[in-house]
Structures are given as structure tokens and as C-alpha cells.
């Protein structure tokens, strides 16, 4: 049996940082968010669905149209969970069936939406990662090119950071600060005595 552990956090909060970190120390990690992005472009189904809630502008030259989805989505809470609904489902499975496939003493799913999506159902332990406010905008900004109104956009269908916190079962601290490599050694401890548990 294998150990499954969580990471989430807020947009702009280090969770790629942490997540290369782990990758480092030799533990696998499935990115939800990449392979979202994947499965829209190759999984027919999903494909088919989006074109038929968004239209097919939704694609141009069998790439996801991300742009136009992103101005739909982000500014009308009723497509996005639309959007959610069609390719939630298929990214947990994904990443259920990924997990099967992996053998070392614990494994990684990283999300942003890992308790807005249901994907915290079958997973042990949550690592979050905070960072404040002003420093995820910045962040974001700087990384995405998009303005701040964009950045708070997003950050508002988001739950809070507070609360997302309370629910993880372990928080790193990404605010420069604390040094993050450090936390996540210590962590990565935890989990192989955790997992040694099992």
C-alpha cells in the first residue's frame, strides 16, 4: 500500500516550488493542473464535451483556445464550474490510476483546487503552502504576464487561504521568511516514517 499525500495551496504560492523539491528527494509527483491541460487536448471525450458547453472556438487547430476559455471561465462563476464538472472527474482518475503504477514509499498530487475539486477523497495527508496575499499576486503577475485585477480574478474562485489551511494536515511556509527547503526535508521525513506505518 502506498502513502498518498496532497499539495495544495492558493495560486502563486510555491506549490511547483515545493513539488521539484520533493522531485529532488526522489518522490514521484502527478500535477493535476498539467495533466488537466493534457487530457484537454487528447482525450476525445473531453474534447467533445468542452466543444459542446463552450462551442467549437473553443479549439482552434485541435489545440484548447485557453484564452478564450479563461475569459468565459474566470468571469462567470456558472461556466467554471462547467468547465470543473467535465474535467475534474477525469483528472482524479487519471491520477488514481497513475498512483497505482508508482512504488516508492510515498506519492504526491499536487492541485490547486484539491478540496473545491473532491480530489482530497482518497488522499492520507494535505500539505499546504502559504504564502501571503501580496506576494501570490506579485508572483503570478510577474510569472503570467496578466494584470492584478486578472490575479484576484482567479484568486476569488479559489476558497479561502486561511481556511484551506486549517484543512491541510501540514502547512509550509513560503513567505521568504522561512527557508522552504529546509520545511520540506523535515516533512519528507514525517512521510517515510508515516508511510513505514502503513
Known amino acids: 500500500m502506498i502513502l498518498k499525500i496532497g499539495l495544495t495551496?492558493?495560486?502563486?504560492?510555491?506549490?511547483?516550488?515545493v513539488s521539484n523539491i520533493f522531485k529532488i528527494l526522489g518522490i514521484p509527483v502527478f500535477?493535476?493542473?498539467?495533466?488537466?491541460?493534457?487530457?484537454?487536448?487528447?482525450?476525445?471525450?473531453?474534447?467533445?464535451?468542452i466543444k459542446l458547453a463552450f462551442g467549437e472556438t473553443a479549439y482552434i487547430n485541435e489545440k484548447l483556445n485557453r484564452k478564450y476559455i479563461a475569459d468565459i471561465v474566470f468571469h462567470d462563476a456558472h461556466q467554471l464550474e462547467i468547465l470543473n464538472a467535465l474535467t475534474h472527474p477525469i483528472v482524479i482518475k487519471a491520477g488514481n490510476d497513475w498512483m497505482l503504477q508508482q512504488s516508492s514509499p510515498y506519492v504526491i498530487k499536487e492541485a490547486a483546487l484539491m478540496f473545491e475539486s473532491a480530489s482530497a477523497a482518497d488522499i492520507d495527508y494535505i500539505i499546504?503552502?502559504?504564502?501571503?496575499?501580496?506576494?501570490?499576486?506579485?508572483?503570478?503577475?510577474?510569472?503570467?504576464?496578466?494584470?492584478?485585477e486578472d490575479v484576484l480574478a482567479r484568486i476569488d474562485k479559489q476558497i479561502g487561504e486561511d481556511l484551506k489551511m486549517k484543512l491541510c494536515d501540514f502547512v509550509l511556509q513560503n513567505d521568504e521568511k522561512h527557508l522552504l527547503i529546509p520545511q520540506v526535508l523535515q516533512l519528507h521525513q514525517r512521510l517515510l516514517q508515516l508511510s513505514d506505518s502503513l
Do not use: Q, Y
Open 9 to 17: 495551496g492558493g495560486i502563486g504560492s510555491g506549490k511547483s516550488t
Open 128 to 148: 499546504g503552502v502559504f504564502a501571503p496575499k501580496h506576494m501570490r499576486i506579485k508572483r503570478v503577475m510577474t510569472r503570467d504576464g496578466i494584470s492584478r
Open 31 to 49: 500535477n493535476a493542473d498539467i495533466a488537466a491541460k493534457r487530457l484537454m487536448e487528447t482525450d476525445a471525450n473531453l474534447i467533445g464535451s
